[in-house]
Each structure stands twice: as C-alpha cells, then as structure tokens.
C-alpha cells in the first residue's frame, strides 16, 4: 500500500501568515492527489483536487502544487476560519484511498 | 442537492457485528461510474478509507479490514449498507459515507475526489 506522510503534524501561525504543509508519497503518484479540511466536529471538504485544482467557490489563498512523490498544500494569508485540520489523500493505487495523518493548523 | 446521511447503533459491544446505513439523495447509484464510500475517523486520530461500491455493483475493501467487511447497495431506497464483523474497542470511531465524484481530463484519464460527506456517526464499541 501507498503510504502518506504528512508534515508538521500540528501548526502553529498568526493570522495574515503564509502557511505550508507538505505531503509525501511514498512511491510515484503523479498527481493523484486531493486536499480536505476539517473543522472539529464536521466532516471533510474537498479543498483540492488533483494536486493543483481549486474545487468550485474554495477561496484563491488556498492552492497546492506538486508531483510524483512530493505535495505542497498553501493558505496564502491564514483566516481565522481556516482553523482546521488538513488531510491529503491519494489515489493513485485505485481502488484504494491513503489520507495522510492530518495536519492540526491553530492561530497563534 | 446531493446529501448523504448515515445511520446506525452508537453503542455496539465487542465481538458484535456492527451494521451501518447510508442513505443518500441527489444522485442515483445506478448511473454509470458513481460509487459510495465508507470512511472512518477514531477520535483525535486520522482518516481511514475502508470500503467502496460502484455503479456495477463492484466492491473494494480496505486490506487490513477486508476480512470483516461487507458492503452492499440498495438502489431503489438509495441506500448502501456497511457491515463490520468481530467488533473491538479500537473500531471506536465516527463512520462517514461519502460520495466518489469523478472527471475525464483531455487525455481521457479518469481522476477522482470525495466531493459530498455525511455528517458521521460516531460508534463506540465497549461492554
């Protein structure tokens, strides 16, 4: 199986600071890779698909990049609503799905 | 509106065989290429794809969970069903449905997301 490794597990930033989160393959995905946020007590949200793709009406300061084995997941300027964890997820090995082991994003 | 709702025991005791419902509205899962999905989340812990069914009936399962799981589909009541045998306290967790979306790039490739969730239910297993 493919394993997801995120990184850092928790984050600690100011609002308005630019926020990353790395996601590594353990073997080539190509871009088969999607992001979600979850906010405590709810269920995931599609944030990106496909490495790079913004779904429909998720705000511009977030965005992702990367290939292969290596994924960045970006909040331009963080927002106190974006208090949240995030998760990557892969599907390159279909029919099975890898979620990372989530990201804790707190306001400092 | 595409909306899934799980439904189930929030108590089950262990070696007891858990039996969780999804009931879905918004999109039929007799169309060609749609698949629900079961996923789970222990508390504080990470999430856990654990099993699929499409549109054909084909069903995919979590390799470390397979032996325990069965996943099954009613279409006309739009409903999926997910059972777990040989319950244990470590299933302690919220179960979430979820819809498979999908899309064909210019190249013909198939990609997909978990576009719709529902709102999960949580299931602790404890005598």
């Known amino acids: 199986d493919i394993q997801m490794t995120q990184s850092p597990s928790s984050l600690s930033a100011s609002v308005g600071d630019r926020v990353t989160i790395t996601c590594q393959a353990s073997?080539?995905?190509?871009?088969?890779l999607n992001w979600y946020q979850q906010k405590p007590g709810k269920a995931p949200k599609l944030l990106i698909y496909?490495?790079?793709n913004l779904e429909t009406g998720v705000p511009s300061r977030f965005s992702g990049s990367g290939s292969g084995t290596d994924f960045t997941f970006t909040i331009s300027s963080l927002q106190p609503e974006d208090i949240a964890t995030y998760y990557c997820q892969q599907y390159d090995n279909l029919p099975s799905y890898t979620f990372g082991q989530g990201t804790k994003l707190e306001i400092k | 509106q595409v909306t899934l709702r799980e439904s189930g025991p929030a108590l089950v005791k262990p070696t007891q065989t858990l039996t969780l419902t999804c009931t879905f509205s918004g999109f039929s899962l007799s169309t060609s290429g749609m698949c629900v999905s079961w996923v789970r989340q222990p508390p504080g812990k990470a999430l856990e794809w654990l099993a699929l069914i499409d549109w054909d009936d084909d069903k995919y399962y979590s390799t470390s969970l397979k032996t325990r799981l069965t996943i099954s589909k009613d279409t006309s009541k739009n409903q999926v069903v997910l059972t777990m045998t040989n319950m244990d306290p470590v299933d302690t967790a919220t179960y979430y449905c979820?819809?498979?979306?999908?899309?064909?790039?210019?190249?013909?490739?198939?990609?997909?997301?978990?576009?719709?969730w529902g709102q999960g239910t949580l299931v602790t297993v404890s005598s």
């Open positions: 496909d490495a790079s």
């Open positions: 073997q080539d995905i190509s871009n088969y």
């Open positions: 979820a819809r498979i979306g999908y899309y064909y790039d210019s190249s013909g490739s198939k990609h997909y997301y978990f576009d719709y």
